[in-house]
């Protein structure tokens, strides 16, 4: 389990199910995605991690900062996509019941067959706040998420937060490829933790 004492109490410490949200105009479009704009994408998305592997990515949005989630900015895909996200971002985020919530990172994560994610935990800042939720849109019953060594499968069209600051990884033990739209979500209204500032401010050399 996790025991950052920078994590948001609010996250969970495993797999949250969140309930059924309606994927279908959105798997379609993400379907239909040709080759060229997945490697065209991936080559120049921002989170470029060792864990990730093999997995490809579309970044629709991205933080500003990776010590600091408040601040995040559009890429250029997310005003065409933006009509078929933002529903699935709503339904997702429903039972939060935040008033005013924000997505700083909005993004689809394409897994081949025989593909892995190392185990890991989120270490930059920006991490350790928002909830992280994950929406499948193309898996199958080989594909495991881990959380601290225990494996979960996530099916198509329900929505899950994961906890990002215990180890986690995933294994695509199948035959298909596994997209998932992955997303960060936080209440604005809740109060900033006291270690944000003096994480903010730290030079870069005591990252």
Do not use: C
Not at 134 to 149: A, E, I, M, R, Y
């Amino acid at each position: 389990m996790t025991s950052d004492p920078y994590a948001n109490p609010r996250k969970t410490t495993t797999i949250r199910r969140l309930g059924p949200v309606d994927i279908a105009a959105l798997r379609e479009a993400v379907l239909a995605i040709p080759e060229s704009v997945w490697d065209a994408e991936n080559a120049d998305k921002p989170n470029r991690f060792e864990a990730l592997d093999r997995t490809r990515h579309i970044v629709f949005r991205f933080v500003d900062s990776t010590r600091d989630w408040r601040r995040s900015h559009d890429r250029a895909l997310w005003e065409a996509w933006r009509p078929l996200l933002e529903p699935v971002l709503a339904q997702a985020v429903a039972p939060y019941g935040y008033a005013r919530g924000a997505f700083p990172r909005v993004m689809l994560a394409r897994m081949a067959p025989g593909g892995t994610i190392k185990p890991h935990r989120d270490a930059n800042p920006a991490a350790k706040w928002p909830h992280k939720i994950h929406v499948p849109l193309l898996t199958n019953p080989d594909v495991t998420f881990f959380v601290d060594g225990v494996g979960h499968h996530l099916p198509e069209g329900e929505a899950a937060e994961v906890s990002n600051m215990s180890v986690h990884a995933v294994d695509n033990a199948g035959s298909t490829d596994r997209i998932h739209l992955i997303f960060e979500y936080f209440d604005l209204d809740q109060p900033e933790p006291a270690w944000l500032e003096r994480v903010v401010a730290a030079p870069a050399a005591a990252r």
